[in-house]
């Protein structure tokens, strides 16, 4: 991408206010048939999910959850939900991880389209810039027929506040379990959507027009619909090592053993049923939730 039009199109983006990095809570809501979620149709929200900070939530229909069934193709929903929960579920292992990584929604790879003045929010307005954080990581779809997982490591080094001089580690990653059918101009839409998520902060441009991005070698999918499942999978097992990790997929260390054995594959066997129980799991508490609460109980009095 031209610097030039880089810089025009940076100066364009409006900044945002940010001294927490909090959410706030929507109203619960029933579905929309009035039915229990065990019963419901098309149209009802069975379970929604945040990751820490994010804006735009995870929010699974009634009748996406057949695509977590065998054999079938899971839709962004699935797939942003199982991403968040990892990233969740990582934040919450250990003490300051708080802005180490953000995980966002699989609609992120889509700001890599264009320049927008005014950047779709993805946090929440108090939230921390998303080029904060040590890891940035999202699930994409570039051609609507298959998921990957982008990772952006050191993304704040491209904030001029941040890193005025120093040097830029600012690298991209594409994880694909489809290694023939890679992203078109991944290293333009890396670039794109680091100024659309920089909150109108001034940046180095010309570094960022120098980013490089990576296709490690990771697992080959076996058959044509289980893409939705890796991204949540290989995120997993990346956020257990993340800096030796990284170390592989630059080349700067070689991890013993096929792309089988580094990432662990023999466990995405497991993953779709481990994604199904969560979401069953989510929607029963987000019923129990209903059940509870004092607005639902005094309207049907």
Request: proline residues 8%; charged residues 20%.
């Amino acid at each position: 991408m031209d610097s030039n039009n880089l810089k025009r199109s940076a100066d364009k983006v409006k900044p945002a206010a940010q001294t927490c990095w909090t959410y706030n809570q929507i109203k619960l809501t029933p579905p929309a048939s009035g039915r229990r979620i065990s019963d419901g149709v098309r149209g009802d929200l069975v379970a929604e999910l945040r990751f820490y900070g994010s804006q735009r939530p995870a929010q699974v229909d009634h009748h996406e959850r057949s695509g977590l069934e065998d054999g079938k193709w899971l839709p962004s929903s699935v797939v942003s939900f199982y991403c968040y929960e990892v990233g969740n579920s990582y934040v919450e292992g250990a003490p300051g991880r708080g802005m180490e990584l953000i995980v966002l929604h699989c609609e992120t790879w889509g700001l890599g389209k264009t320049i927008h003045a005014t950047p779709p929010r993805v946090t929440h307005k108090e939230a921390p810039c998303p080029l904060e954080y040590k890891y940035m990581a999202f699930p994409g779809n570039d051609t609507g027929t298959h998921y990957f997982l982008c990772i952006i490591a050191w993304p704040s080094d491209v904030l001029l506040q941040v890193n005025p001089l120093g040097p830029v580690r600012t690298t991209a990653f594409i994880l694909n379990s489809l290694a023939y059918l890679q992203p078109k101009d991944p290293e333009e839409f890396v670039q794109k959507i680091i100024v659309n998520l920089s909150s109108g902060r001034p940046l180095r441009l010309e570094e960022i027009r120098n980013i490089k991005v990576y296709f490690p070698q990771v697992p080959q999918q076996p058959n044509g619909y289980d893409c939705g499942l890796y991204p949540g999978y290989l995120l997993s097992i990346f956020l257990r090592d993340p800096e030796r990790y990284l170390a592989h997929c630059m080349g700067e260390i070689i991890m013993q053993g096929s792309p089988e054995v580094v990432w662990k594959h023999d466990g995405i066997r497991k993953a779709r049923k481990h994604l199904k129980s969560l979401i069953d799991s989510a929607a029963e508490l987000r019923q129990a939730a209903l059940d509870f609460s004092t607005d639902f109980l005094r309207s049907s009095n």
